[in-house]
């Protein structure tokens, strides 16, 4: 026993396997796995340089980074914004502000996200928010449709991804504050208090506003930049390695091609301020087409759906995004087929 307890705890005569085992997983996971990786892009250095030297490989680079460096400063303004007013902005601000009739409250919520930055990532936390506060219903929905589609960083960036279509700008901001207060007005009319579970209390309560400014900045970069390298990704593959006769083909009927990229913006899940971008990029397709897919994209994707089930229940996401996609896709064509 005397000998036992003159062993000093760490000596390493005490054998650990628990120990032994971690640190052995720490020294793969850093300078061990970072060791092999660049031995591994010394090796296939050649092969890498003649991928990427060939002329498919440089048209992807290009349009990719193209896409990412224009989106990039309207990205990182719109979360700092965003993150500003989910955390600055107490949510009974704009229950006050509010019209008491929801009938009324619907168009004034809706015209709000014109003046409130922010992307879809930030829209559905406050838009719970709302409806914890005592908001009706129908109102917050309208802002949450609205705000990631209408609001001056987004127009700002579809002017500028769209220099020669001015009027794109005013066609996004048309369909999307129509399909927004018709959603709200539908959801007064039809919706049903089982079908909306209140939400729960917002990750941001009880910390400080910097650790919640930052702690939301930090969100939404990682989830908006990752959205946006995905969505580049697929811009840069459609532009470059699918063949051209297929865009063609596709861009070539009306209401294929509208279809079609309604249900692209619905499985790519790019952030409302960079999406301008990569529409643009897809010239193959008509203004329409290209219209549908701004409008689509920042009310109905997999991330939004994932979302909006997470803070209002599952049975709501399942009737509001295929109603919403099917509104956006009717008022798309109708404002298409009037302003472009």
Not at 241 to 251: D, E, I, K
């Amino acid at each position: 026993m005397a000998v036992t307890k003159a062993v000093p705890k760490g000596t390493g005569e005490r054998t650990d396997p628990q120990g032994a085992g971690e640190e052995q997983r720490g020294n793969l996971n850093s300078p061990l796995l970072l060791t092999l990786l660049l031995v591994l892009a010394v090796m296939l250095q050649d092969p890498v340089r003649r991928a990427l030297s060939a002329p498919v490989m440089q048209s992807w680079t290009t349009v990719f980074l193209a896409v990412v460096v224009q989106a990039l400063p309207f990205l990182v303004l719109g979360v700092l914004l965003s993150a500003a007013i989910a955390v600055f902005v107490p949510p009974s601000f704009f229950a006050r502000a509010l019209p008491k009739r929801p009938a009324l409250a619907v168009p004034v919520a809706g015209a709000a996200g014109a003046v409130l930055p922010g992307c879809e990532c930030a829209s559905v936390p406050v838009a719970g928010a709302l409806v914890r506060r005592g908001v009706t219903p129908a109102a917050a929905l309208a802002f949450l449709l609205s705000a990631p589609a209408i609001n001056p960083i987004v127009l700002t960036a579809t002017a500028v991804a769209f220099p020669g279509d001015p009027e794109m700008v005013l066609a996004r901001f048309v369909a999307s504050l129509l399909v927004a207060c018709a959603m709200g007005w539908l959801w007064q009319r039809l919706g049903r208090t089982d079908w909306l579970r209140p939400p729960a209390r917002s990750s941001y309560e009880g910390q400080s506003r910097g650790a919640a400014f930052w702690g939301s900045v930090r969100h939404d970069v990682m989830h908006a930049g990752g959205f946006l390298v995905v969505g580049a990704m697929a811009a840069a593959t459609l532009k470059s390695v699918v063949p051209a006769s297929w865009l063609r083909t596709a861009a070539d009927s009306p209401a294929f091609s509208v279809l079609a990229l309604a249900v692209l913006a619905v499985l790519l899940s790019i952030c409302s301020e960079a999406d301008a971008f990569v529409a643009a990029s897809l010239s193959q397709f008509s203004l329409t087409a290209r219209l549908a897919f701004l409008v689509v994209g920042p009310m109905v994707d997999l991330k939004l759906f994932a979302m909006q089930a997470g803070t209002f229940g599952r049975g709501f996401a399942l009737r509001f995004a295929p109603a919403t996609f099917a509104l956006g896709v009717a008022v798309s064509v109708l404002t298409g087929a009037v302003l472009l």
